[in-house]
């Protein structure tokens, strides 16, 4: 699902992808995988100049001079070899100190922290450490668009549940349990959530754990947005009491420190969880790339000031594009987490391939249509706030000519 | 106050209107409050960044430390005030180290710096010595950097 091409390299790859067949020779379990709805989108966005877009899922800062130049440094040194499987020592130590910090958690750094490279690689060792072929899966959706893939691919089935607006995009403890089957082994939770910014309580959480408990489910927890909360601090799945060892926390440095292109996450959980992902990991990765941990290290040392700047400047986005749709009568709640706004657009009587499609092509404003990510969404648009004040402001201009236009 | 203040450092041309969105305040109150802090001198004036090398006109900046004899009792600061009331003087600070002052002169040609300093700063009753230090050339000012804006493409859409 992630998109690993330059932009030019993208445009030819996807012109020629466009009406390939599926050789007889790919895995029918690859076959049966919907093509991505980004994808789609991507195409598009890519055909047209003079774009504004709030499409993008990641932040618009460049990584902050001083991780860059940690990574420089490190490549100085001649730091370019492999490192223990699991990352190195002293970036998982940091990591510990971190969760011992924020969330009372406790992680032995040698045993259950695994560096990954990226937050997608811990997802999917995760689902691959914890699916037996026929395990059901439950996704809450709106959610990020690899969950359900890699659940497949691993042999599992992904079973939906839906979140709604009224409930502002929040998983309730009820909604879990009617899903729960003979089959069902894991749950997974995804807040902050991308792409609704919704985030749970802790209260919510305990009567998720209250649920998790008597089934006796696994939880993969995706907190790599757990920075970026607003008007309250984030609580970690496996701080509620008990939740620790049947959890895989996934988190990375993506979001807090803006290096997307570094790819470096990690998981943390139970010495038996860490050891299945490690097992997986160390055949198909080997480990994470060292001039990242090298960078993270670097981030979690110094990064704080840096990373606070940013999280301010997306408080200020966020309430400036929230409170700007809502004028254009596009009913927004307010996101209290992440950096994308979910606005509905059931007023107009357009889907939301219609509008986002209609948007790009009459006004060039790139958004991702609600669908993409899971049925539920539909009738809402993913509007990423990661972009600058001015863009964000021409944006909400050229949406309002557009709703103008189309009435 | 400081919300708003970070706000406006970056951007002095933003809009009440859009402070307003961004920090959940009415405009009036914006309006009030920025009245307000102009009034107190917090916010001293709104400046715009140049880079006049690019614009085509030449200037001449020098950095010059100066070595002083206070007084009895009026100390560094009457000197100093006297020295920041001349417009070729962009910046006075007092320093710690080897000198005393350092300022920040501005001219049209190294020429008419030079004799800025010898005939208005050098003669000053206290000023004992002074060393200057022509600016060849800016890379960085007032946190912002002249050099070609760094410009990262990120994928225009992206999970």
Excluded at chain 1, 101 to 129: C, M, N, W
Excluded at chain 1, 264 to 280: D, P
Excluded at chain 2, 112 to 122: L, N, S, T, Y
Aim: aromatic share 8%.
């Amino acid at each position: 699902m992630e998109i690993s091409c330059s932009r030019k390299s993208g445009q030819s790859a996807c012109q020629c992808r466009r009406d390939l067949m599926p050789d007889k020779f790919v895995a029918e379990i690859v076959r049966n995988i919907p093509p991505s709805g980004i994808r789609k989108f991507f195409d598009l966005v890519l055909e047209m100049e003079g774009v504004i877009s709030l499409g993008v899922g990641e932040p618009d800062f460049v990584t902050p001079w001083h991780i860059r130049e940690a990574c420089i440094y490190s490549l100085e040194k001649g730091f370019t070899s492999y490192t223990s499987n699991f990352g190195l020592l002293e970036l998982r130590e940091l990591i510990s100190k971190n969760y011992k910090k924020d969330y009372k958690v406790d992680y032995d750094p040698q045993h259950q922290i695994l560096v990954t490279t990226g937050v997608s690689e811990a997802a999917d060792l995760a689902f691959r450490a914890l699916i037996d072929p026929g395990d059901e899966v439950i996704v809450p959706e709106p959610c990020y668009v690899s969950y359900k893939p890699s659940i497949s691919l691993a042999g599992g089935v992904p079973v939906p549940v839906r979140t709604h607006m009224e409930n502002e995009f929040r998983i309730t403890a009820q909604q879990i349990e009617k899903s729960i089957t003979k089959k069902t082994k894991a749950l997974v939770l995804s807040y902050p959530n991308n792409p609704t910014g919704a985030v749970l309580r802790k209260k919510d959480l305990v009567e998720v754990a209250d649920v998790v408990n008597e089934y006796d489910l696994a939880v993969i927890s995706d907190e790599v947005y757990c920075k970026l909360t607003y008007g309250g601090l984030h609580t970690c799945f496996s701080s509620i009491p008990g939740m620790k060892e049947k959890t895989i926390i996934l988190n990375g440095f993506s979001k807090s420190h803006a290096m997307t292109g570094l790819r470096i996450g990690f998981a943390a959980g139970s010495e038996e969880l860490i050891g299945a992902m490690t097992k997986i990991h160390q055949y198909a990765m080997l480990c994470a790339p060292i001039t990242a941990q090298m960078g993270a290290i670097e981030a979690l040392k110094n990064g704080n000031g840096e990373m606070d700047k940013m999280i301010r400047e997306y408080d200020r986005r966020r309430r400036l594009i929230v409170d700007g749709l809502n004028k254009l009568g596009l009913d927004c709640f307010e996101p209290k987490g992440a950096f994308y706004a979910f606005p509905s657009i059931k007023s107009t009587g357009m889907t939301s391939e219609e509008f986002a499609g209609g948007l790009l092509k009459e006004e060039k404003v790139a958004v991702v249509p609600g669908n993409v990510f899971g049925e539920c969404g539909e009738g809402h648009l993913r509007c990423s706030y990661a972009t600058s004040r001015e863009q964000l402001v021409e944006a909400l201009g050229r949406i309002e000519s557009y709703l103008d236009k189309s009435q | 106050m400081k919300e708003i203040l970070e706000i406006l450092e970056n951007d002095p041309k933003i809009k009440p209107k859009e402070i307003a969105a961004m920090t959940g305040l009415t405009e009036a109150q914006v309006a009030s409050k920025i009245k307000q802090m102009e009034k107190k001198g917090i916010i001293r004036k709104y400046k715009t960044v140049i880079d006049w090398e690019k614009a085509g006109e030449e200037y001449v900046y020098a950095i010059i430390e100066l070595k002083v004899v206070l007084r009895s009792r009026t100390g560094y600061d009457a000197i100093a005030e006297r020295i920041a009331k001349f417009p070729e003087v962009v910046s006075v600070r007092l320093i710690s180290g080897g000198h005393d002052l350092s300022l920040t002169v501005r001219g049209k040609s190294m020429k008419e710096v030079a004799f800025f300093v010898a005939e208005k700063i050098a003669t000053l009753e206290q000023v004992q010595g002074t060393v200057t230090h022509f600016v060849l050339r800016t890379y960085k000012q007032d946190g912002d950097i002249l050099f070609e804006k760094e410009r990262t493409e990120r994928l225009p859409v992206s999970p």
